[in-house]
Structures are given as C-alpha cells and as structure tokens.
C-alpha cells in the first residue's frame, strides 16, 4: 500500500499532479467545515509556498515505506487538526477532526488523481484504478479514522463523490481567494524574492490560466450551483494544459521530483545550500533579464534591490521593519489583517513542524504562544474586539518582549536543543533555520563566545531582537516572514 511500488508513488512526482493538487485543495475549501478551518487558521494566503512545501514533506512521510514515520506523522497530523474547531460566518461549528470532513480530502485527492489522468487522454485502468483507491483508504485509516468513512467499493465511492459536490459543497470564502485571489497576488517564492518585475510579469499571465484550468476541471453540477464562470475556450485550455504539462515526465529519472522542486523554490540566494551557488549566478542573470523589462512593460512593481543589497544589510543587522511592515510580514500569519491566536498558533505549527517536534515538547511551545497572545491582546486591544489590528499594533508601538514573549523563545530554545547540554550546535542550528550555523570565529557575535554553539541567552536575545526589536533577521526571516 505504501512506499516504492506504490501507485501514488508512481504518480507524486508527475508534474500534472500539481495541477490535480490545486483542483483537490478547491474541492476542499468548497465543504463548508473545511473552508471554515481554512480562512479561520491556515497559512495558505499569505504563505503559499511555505504550505506547499510541507504538504509535500507531510504527504512523502504518510506514504513512505517506513510505518513508524507514518505513524509518527499522523499523530502530528491528528495534534495539529484537534486544535482546529470552532464557528463559520454562518454560527456553523467546525472540526479539522470531523471523519466525514477528513474524508472528503482524501476523496479528492483520489478523484483529482483519477482526472488527472482522463483530462490527459490517459484513463486508469479498473485494476490500477482500484488499487489507487485502495490506497488512499489505507491513508485515512493511517490518520486514525475508520475504514468506513471512505465507501469499501470503489462502485460505491463515485456515488458518495456525486452526492457530496451536488449537495454539500458550497461556494465557500476559502474557495473564491483560492481561485480569484491567491493565484492573482501569489507572492513570490523565495527563489525569486527581489525579482518584482518579472514576479509581476509571470503572476499576470499565469494566474488567470491557472485559475481558468481549474474551475474548467471542476464537477459541472458544482460549477453550475456555484456559479462559477463559464470562459469561452476553458475546456482547450484545460486539456492543452494538462497534456502539455504531461511531456515533463519524459524527462531523465530524476530531473522531476517533487521534494526537489519544493525545496528549490523555498531556497534563499543566501543559503549554505549547495545548490544556492547555482541559484545566486541564476538570481543575478534573472535581476538583469527583471530590469530590461522594467524598460519595456508598464508594469508598476516595488524597485529592484540594489546591487549587492541582497540579504547583506539583514545579516549584518542593518535593516529595520516600521511597525506596519512587521505586523504584515511576520505577526499576521493568516493575512486576515488582524493578529489574534490563530496567527500565533500558526507560527508554533511552523516552528514544531521544523523540528518535528513530539507531543509534550510541541505542547509546551503552543502553551507559551498561547500566553503570549493573553500578554499582546491585554495590552493591545483597545478596542475589545478580541483581535488586534494593525492601527492597534502601530498605534502602540509597544516593545513586545515582554514575560510571555522571553518564555516563548526559552522554550524554543529547549526544543531546539535536543541533546539537553544549554548549547545549540550546528546541526540542531540547521534543524530550525534549515542553513548552517554561521558562527564568529572570533568567538564573539551570534555564537555567545563558545566557539561555535549557540547558547541560551544569545539565542534568546536574537529572537527578542527580531521580535520586538523588528530587526531583519537572516535565519529568522525565511522562518517566519517568508511567503
């Protein structure tokens, strides 16, 4: 059921599935209780490509060859889900944890994967068919639900499948900023972080397509209740575009592989990453091919960095944030434009999920983040509507290290430490920050004079800099600013 051989791990690293993945996340965000989860706490609008890279990680784990990191990978999935419920706009209750709900993922997921094939012009088979489906139902017992909530048969699934888009799907909130709004003001992935011209010219001509494709591959009957449009050559386009994404498979071995191509588009000219020396000659060319078309387009972008700007300035702590500025790019996770908990619930989610954290550690970091929000909305809203807005937040101008905030980076520093000896070394440094320990060799600076480790009150001294300080920050800022 799992692992190589596998029929999902045949197809994981078949470009077309991107496109299948996009058509199964608009499914979901279409149930109203997921569609609820989504708006209210997921990361998906304002850090995209964060979420798409540890989907990709969170997926490769559940259908791995090794159980016991499946299974230690459900359990993270069952902690972070239990910690999302509460009311729609409607005063409907929610439920990350609802079976019929989580379900429904994993039955799109199935059937995207099935489209995918027939919008290609290359059917499953029954056999392959029904193994895949066969497979993703091991997926949701491996969650922890019960081998009922997906129907036994795959005859029976399609009827299950009609019934819930023709009468459960809504056109939801989620469902319109996924489809109108994130592939319109995508933000740039890191990779091309500095690079507005051209960021601007790709995102204007490819997400209307994008979207376009995937409202053309939706359900007819929900396209129709939804009112979704009907764009006069949808359907071409549709299929041209899923063929001709279809040829990269041709490729040698290798050259297409999801993981990789995730990892490439989180990586940051600066890092230590082998391949960023790659990326850095690639940044370069791409900033002058970005400045010639800032000749001939009418684009209106932010300027292009100066020549050696870059990442510099933030590494040498040069480069500050106005209030406004931090409270968009790290404390508004959501990119609601409010901060409330599911802001900072978001970050203790990141945070966990790098370090891969375990039950009582991962409690111990939400626990601080939780009282940290107690402290920040105390003292911030003034208003008592039990959020803080950015007018609130910079109208304050308060210093935020206070008690709960030096607690938070207490615990961050104890469950980054894995070993227990009061020093964070190299690779447990990498483990967070996913780039080298840059240490002073002189033995001043970032490494708190011992030669390299990173100990207790330099790190929590760096992470109130940052926090409160709003002080760029090199390893902070592709933690929690990065789109």
Known sequence: MFGPGSQFDEFFNDPRWALAVVRATVLEAAHPQIGAALIDNSTFVAHPWRRLQNTFLSLRRMFGADDDVRQREAARLNRLHARLNGTDARDRPYDAMDPAARAWVVATLFESTVTMFRLSGQPLEQRAMERL???????LVALGNEAGQLPPTLHEFWRYYDRVVEEELENTEAMRIILYKLFDHLPAPPLLNGLPTLWALGRAVGGPVVGAITVASLPEPFRRRAGLP????AQTLMQSAYLTVGLARFLPDGWIRAENVADLLALTPDSDDPRARTVRALHQKMKRAGAFLRLVTPFATEPEPEPGAGPEPAARGGMRRDAEEFFREVLDQTGDGYLDWPDLAAMARELSTRLDLDEPEETRLYTAYADWWRELQSALDTDGDGRVSAQ?????????AGPALIRVAEVLFDVTDKDGNQHIDADEYRA????????????????GGTGGAYTRSAFVKDFLSFMSGRQRSTPYDPLLAQA
Not at 432 to 447: C, E, I, P, W
């Open 133 to 139: 489906y066969a497979e993703f139902q091991a997926f």
């Open 432 to 447: 967070l920050f996913r780039t080298a320990f840059r240490r002073d060799t002189t033995g001043a600076g970032t490494s």
């Open 230 to 233: 009907e764009l006069l050559g």
């Open 392 to 400: 609130e937040y910079a109208a304050a101008a308060p210093s935020l």
